[in-house]
């Protein structure tokens, strides 16, 4: 039963082209001779049934359609031979010679039971016997008369039918030769061409009329190679009454040579006559052709890719590597083919990639797996393996490609990705307590400011309490103004917009600086300061920027330091080339796993709620890269928690080739006199301009105000002021936009304009001075500082 629910299963057979190595010509030499011998054993049987059809009277009938059936058998085994070249049913094959075999004997039982039958019917020499005796008689010779009158009509019409059926035949075969499915022609032994079809010509690039005027030769036309096979064609065509089909090539009338297929039988009744079939074999050679061209640019490419790559069988046997597989494992292909890749496998990776590999063999699933390979180099690098199955028509895997990449770098990046998360993670984290520290920052100095100005409300006349208030308020917003000047330096340096104004300065000078900034904070915590200077050394350096590193250095130590502790600050030269500044403190000290990351922005070593000034972790940082902007170093040492630290800020005496950057320009004279003078102040910022004007006119001048540019044209177009104070972010018209305008006014050619803004880097300073204003000020301005730039009026 199981065998009739497979009859038409081939997946236990492989096709026939893969049973041995079969060549094209072999294959295709068997598959037309099963198709040729199908065709006639289905021709046959035809001619018998319509001679039956035509001859009722015929007897053992049984017997005829026995060998119907029988032939008819027999070219269906012969067709399956040619099918399972493609179609592997070796079961239905099976069955169709089984039933050919029963046939076959039936037919052999029928024959023996009529044969006796058929011995026993009577010769036409008894009959005529017979006749000849009847003749003796009168009534015997009427009777043998009418007899042989009634035969000579039937012979009669037997010669018709076998007339009728000659011209059937040849009108079947004039309809075939016409056709043009294929060449066919007549040809004899001697090498001519006596009859040809327009398929043949065709071939042969002859038109009929000069077939027909210049008849054609296949002898002369046969390329000298093939003759010799021609000739043994012949001889088994006129031994065996076919000649099986072979590969030859004709040279055209254009001279081309035209590859085909010719088989070719002898004519019955005309010796040394064939009749050949030739089949053009040209698209089925430019197609193997294309299919080797497409096979050789497929592993060309292959070879190109930079991958690994691989092909094998439909069960997974390696039959072909690319040229890099044996680049990178240093194998020879005799080592590497079938299943010996194995060994280039690390062997904890071995079970899971064959695992997966033997389950998308069995599934037709694609591979898809990160293995370790090992390379010739001795090195085992990750490498992404892929494989995908190749099918055919029917859907079946006939072969697997796959391919090997590397991802070494792929994964060192994603480790970098990890990397650069863990510290982005770090950064975020370390952002927030910056902000809460900010927030803890600004609110130390507003509050006593806040305080201080509720004190002036309720001092009244008392002096002395009112001098106090106001210069603990103007400690606080000094302090607060340097917090805001240390975030916007961090910003310039980090985004590299920080200018150094270089110039021949004394170290003493730079750290009296430094102490006058630094001392407010220092006397408040009650600590000791020790500054010891052995030379006073003459460097190129931005003498504020300096001052800033060792005011920095300075205001650490005090922070971290309990109260009534040391700070020691020295100067020393430990080369001709080089000065070293020095601040070591009796404070808190850094644990030795926070020595190599002090200098990191927001770091600090000691963030509790105790310490009273904790800061923003950001003066180190600014510190260093100040110190290396300067062409040195920074470098901190301390012996553990509660041992104290001490930096060291090490800085080239003298750069003799580097050029000194933007250096203050030398105040020239003025034409303004000083006086009482027109002012017009322009600020979006009500309260601001508000207070600004009161401070303008408690110096002695006469005062306006304006709240954008526009307004400020307008007014300063009334007004004439001499000095105008003005904002630059405002709306309806920025200060840039309104400096430029007034400028081109003649009564405003002369106006000294200064820009009084919180944007305060060089490049906003280079803006204004773009714009026509003759000053820059940083929000907020010193009242004295003002003062001075009015009174000195705008440069001739």
């Not at 295709?28 to 319509?50: K, N, T």
């Not at 007004?719 to 430029?740: H, S, V």
């Amino acid at each position: 039963m199981n065998f009739f629910l497979n009859l038409f299963d081939t997946s236990d057979f492989p096709q026939r082209w893969y049973c041995g190595e079969w060549s094209a010509g072999h294959g295709w030499l068997h598959i037309l001779s099963d198709v040729g011998i199908w065709a006639a054993y289905f021709a046959i049987p035809g001619l018998l049934a319509y001679f039956l059809s035509q001859r009722k009277d015929i007897p053992f009938r049984r017997v005829f359609l026995l060998f119907v059936a029988f032939i008819m058998l027999c070219g269906l085994t012969h067709l399956m031979d040619a099918i399972i070249f493609w179609w592997p049913a070796y079961r239905l094959s099976g069955l169709l010679k089984l039933s050919t075999a029963i046939v076959s004997w039936g037919t052999v039982v029928a024959l023996i039971y009529h044969i006796p039958e058929v011995l026993r019917l009577r010769s036409p020499e008894e009959l005529e016997r017979e006749i000849e005796a009847r003749k003796q008689a009168e009534q015997a010779l009427r009777e043998s008369n009418d007899i042989l009158e009634q035969r000579v009509q039937e012979r009669v019409a037997q010669l018709d039918r076998a007339n009728a059926e000659i011209k059937e035949r040849d009108a079947r075969w004039r309809r075939f030769v016409s056709s043009n499915i294929i060449g066919v022609g007549l040809a004899d032994a001697d090498g001519s061409w006596l009859e040809v079809n327009g398929e043949l010509l065709r071939m042969l690039r002859c038109s009929d009329e000069e077939w027909q005027k210049e008849g054609l030769r296949w002898y002369d036309m046969t390329p000298p190679e093939y003759l010799p096979r021609d000739v043994e064609g012949i001889e088994t065509a006129d031994k065996e009454g076919a000649c099986p089909a072979y590969e030859k090539e004709y040279i055209a009338k254009d001279g081309t040579r035209v590859p085909i297929t010719l088989g070719y039988t002898p004519v019955e009744d005309r010796p040394g006559q064939y009749i050949c079939f030739v089949l053009d074999q040209s698209r089925l050679k430019e197609t193997e052709q294309a299919l080797k061209q497409s096979q050789a640019e497929f592993f060309q490419l292959a070879d190109a890719i930079p991958q690994m790559a691989w092909m094998t069988r439909a069960d997974g046997y390696v039959d072909w590597f690319n040229h890099r597989w044996y680049e990178y494992t240093g194998l020879s292909q005799e080592t590497c083919l079938g299943w010996n890749w194995k060994e280039c496998i690390e062997p904890e990776d071995l079970p899971q990639v064959q695992a997966a590999w033997e389950k998308s063999i069995a599934t037709g699933q694609r591979l898809d797996i990160v293995a370790q390979i090992r390379g010739a180099d001795g090195v085992v690098r990750p490498f992404l393996t892929r494989a995908l199955p190749l099918k055919n028509e029917d859907g079946q895997i006939v072969r697997w490609f796959g391919t090997n990449t590397d991802i070494s770098e792929q994964q060192q990046i994603q480790e970098e990705l990890r990397t650069v998360a863990a510290q982005l993670s770090d950064a975020d984290r370390k952002k927030d307590e910056f902000l809460a520290t900010l927030a803890h920052e600004l609110r130390n100095p507003l509050a006593p400011i806040r305080m201080g100005l509720e004190l002036m409300k309720m001092a009244g006349d008392d002096p002395e309490l009112l001098d106090e208030t106001r210069e603990t308020m103007e400690r606080q917003t000094k302090q607060l103004i340097t917090l805001v000047d240390d975030l916007l330096d961090v910003s310039r340096v980090t985004r590299g917009k920080l200018n150094l104004r270089k110039a021949d300065v004394k170290i003493s000078d730079v750290i009296q600086s430094a102490v006058e900034t630094a001392q407010p904070l220092i006397e408040d915590s009650e600590h000791t300061l020790e500054v010891v200077i052995d030379s006073d050394i003459t460097i190129h350096a931005d003498p504020h920027r300096l001052a800033q590193v060792v005011s920095n250095l300075l205001n650490n130590a005090a922070k971290y330091t309990p109260d009534g502790g040391k700070i020691t600050l020295w100067v020393e030269q430990p080369s001709a080339n080089q000065v070293a500044i020095h601040v070591r403190d009796t404070g808190i000290g850094i644990p030795a796993d926070m020595i190599d990351c002090i200098f990191t922005i927001f770091t600090q070593v000691d963030r509790s709620m105790e310490r009273s000034f904790a800061g923003l972790g950001i003066g180190l940082t600014l510190v260093k890269s100040l110190v290396e902007m300067h062409g040195g170093t920074i470098s901190v040492t301390s012996q553990g928690q509660g041992q104290g630290s001490e930096f060291t800020a090490t800085l080239p005496v003298r750069e003799e080739d580097q050029p000194t950057q933007n250096q203050d320009l030398p105040i020239e004279s003025f034409s303004l006199k000083k006086g009482k003078h027109k002012v017009l102040v322009v600020d979006d910022n009500k309260a601001a301009a508000e207070m600004l004007s009161k401070v303008v006119k408690m110096l002695g001048n006469t005062v306006e105000t304006a709240e954008d540019g526009q307004q400020a044209i307008e007014v300063a177009q009334r007004f004439r002021p001499e000095i105008i104070l003005m904002d630059l972010g405002m709306p309806k018209m920025n200060g840039y936009e309104a400096a430029r305008h007034i400028r081109q006014q003649d009564w405003g050619k002369d106006v000294l304009l200064i820009a009084l803004t919180g944007w305060g880097q060089q490049e906003d300073r280079d803006r204004t001075k773009d714009a026509g204003f003759d000053h820059h000020l940083v929000k907020p301005a010193e009242p004295s500082e003002l003062q001075r730039i009015i009174n000195q009026g705008r440069q001739t």
